[in-house]
């Protein structure tokens, strides 16, 4: 099996198990629309919520896998599995020693984050009190998910990558749980729904050990701060803390500067990231997870070319599904948002404002998706000087966008910030890389987004004239209709954007062929 066909072999195994987690996500956030709307309980747990969360991406999933997994791929090809799982606890010790004092830290000077992250909510009063609170109780996730994401990067590296990718489920089955068993008989609901986080954490983590011993790899700690790879770890991770997850820190900037709107703006953003999440964590993420330790293991080797193809792949794949998944959320924004989440709490009005920035939102979403394809592709060369470099450009012109559009587009300027910081961002990636490697098969790529768009473009116009023509407008009818008239759109744009591509030569479709294929096998 070459490269491209494991990259898409894995990419279809972590996306399968991340599609049902993005699902069980999708009845999370329903239930949580539906207990606490978009009103001060649900801004204050989304806040608290996304401050171990913006660490996890930054120094867990972020930074550290990113780092770990060239450094751990490098001694299996030219060492020894022996002095891989040897690093693997020295790495294990040092990181249990760091998160350890991280949390320590983050429970004690919760206050003076939560006025940092959220200076809307002032100093005192109820609403600060309540996200100090659970900001608190949520932050040891951050040691969990530390964890998690060593172990993660070992299982990946083994080329395993079933187990990792289902942990996240755990996560929501934990927290709908306390939704439906816990919540309703609370004094203080959301305080529940932050023990069902940690809950949730623990059993990430344990999942993992199991398989890890099924490989050889001892827990007992192992300490040696002078081993070379640890400095060599370190030394790529510092940058990356900044670089790798300049889409969380900037989804911070939007969430800072949204608590200064007015209320229910926090929550607005919430519900659209989430909906954005989902085809980026169930296409992107999973093609991105899946490439990096073979564009390791290619680097490691110093077969440029085999990588050049890799990464080629690997991007026209990602943008295959992203574009018409973009081109859908756009579409069908509304109808999708009435249909998951107004009840209860959620009003049609609160529909109207998530809409718009979803919107916004979706406009980046195959820029969102191409970042992690790219950021993969230097981290696999460990380089993370670039990344960093770029991101700090990102970043500035993220702040100096939000500054510009949250005036006259409120939360949706935000959102629209967001997607052309990342636009830009992208654009540099590539542009380093191209010059770096001396060509990435960009006529390739272009021939095969050009064709992805066109297929879109027809694959949007039918599911517009079906959903607000041949339904009478689709957001009008019953959640019953509604829900079968979501899927009857759907379904008859996949088939659309499928017939498009075809006539229009996509290649691509074979490597959804293959896909299906490992869907089929794991049934």
Not at 107 to 115: A, D, G, T
Not at 271 to 297: H, K, M, N, W
Not at 418 to 447: N, W, Y
Request: with cysteine.
């Amino acid at each position: 099996m070459n490269e491209n066909d494991l990259v898409t072999r894995a990419a279809g195994v972590v996306g399968i198990f991340t599609f049902l987690s993005r699902i069980l996500g999708l009845i999370r956030d329903i239930l949580i629309a539906n207990f606490f709307g978009s009103g001060m309980s649900a801004d204050a747990f989304f806040v608290a919520f996304r401050i171990p969360n913006l660490l996890r991406r930054l120094f867990a999933e972020g930074s550290f896998s990113v780092s770990f997994i060239p450094v751990f791929t490098e001694y299996l090809q030219n060492k020894s599995k022996e002095e891989a799982f040897l690093l693997a606890r020295v790495v294990l010790t040092f990181l249990v020693c760091i998160v350890t004092v991280i949390t320590i830290l983050g429970i004690i000077l919760s206050p003076v984050i939560v006025r940092v992250i959220a200076p809307g909510f002032g100093g005192m009063g109820e609403k600060y009190a309540l996200t100090v609170l659970l900001t608190r109780i949520m932050f040891p996730y951050i040691f969990l998910v530390s964890l998690l994401a060593l172990f993660m990067g070992i299982l990946n590296s083994l080329k395993h990558f079933a187990v990792p990718a289902i942990a996240p489920i755990f996560l929501n089955l934990s927290m709908i749980t306390v939704l439906l068993f816990m919540i309703p008989y609370m004094r203080t609901p959301t305080v529940g729904l932050a023990i069902g986080v940690i809950v949730g954490g623990v059993i990430q983590m344990a999942l993992q050990i199991p398989f890890l011993m099924s490989k050889g790899l001892s827990f007992a700690p192992k300490w040696n701060l002078r081993h070379p790879a640890l400095k060599k770890i370190g030394m790529l991770m510092l940058p990356t803390i900044f670089g790798s997850a300049i889409y969380q820190i900037n989804q911070l900037i939007g969430t800072l500067l949204a608590s200064l709107l007015r209320e229910g703006s926090v929550s607005y953003l919430y519900y659209a990231d989430r909906l954005v999440q989902f085809p980026l964590g169930v296409f992107a993420i999973a093609i991105s997870t899946a490439v990096l330790p073979s564009l390791s293991r290619e680097a490691a080797e110093g077969d440029i070319y085999r990588l050049k193809q890799t990464l080629s792949h690997a991007l026209r794949l990602t943008m295959f599904i992203t574009i018409p998944a973009m081109v859908g959320l756009i579409v069908l924004r509304q109808p999708i948002i009435t249909l998951l989440f107004q009840r209860g709490a959620f009003t049609s009005f609160t529909t109207i404002m998530t809409a718009q920035a979803l919107l916004y939102y979706s406009v980046g979403l195959w820029a969102f998706a191409g970042l992690r394809v790219f950021v993969s592709a230097f981290y696999s060369l460990q380089d993370t000087k670039t990344p960093v470099k770029v991101a700090v450009v990102a970043m500035i012109a993220n702040i100096a966008f939000s500054l510009a559009l949250m005036g006259p587009l409120k939360h949706g300027g935000l959102a629209l910030a967001l997607s052309l910081a990342s636009t830009l961002q992208l654009f540099m990636l590539i542009f380093l890389l191209q010059k770096r490697l001396g060509g990435i098969e960009g006529r390739v790529v272009i021939s095969s987004m050009v064709r992805s768009f066109i297929s879109s473009l027809i694959m949007g116009i039918c599911i517009y004239f079906l959903a607000f023509k041949v339904f009478s407008s689709i957001v009008a009818q019953k959640t019953f209709h509604l829900a079968l008239g979501v899927l009857i759109i759907v379904c008859a744009g996949l088939v659309i954007y499928g017939i498009s591509a075809h006539v229009l030569g996509s290649k691509e479709l074979s490597s959804i062929t293959e896909l299906l294929k490992v869907a089929k096998k794991k049934k």
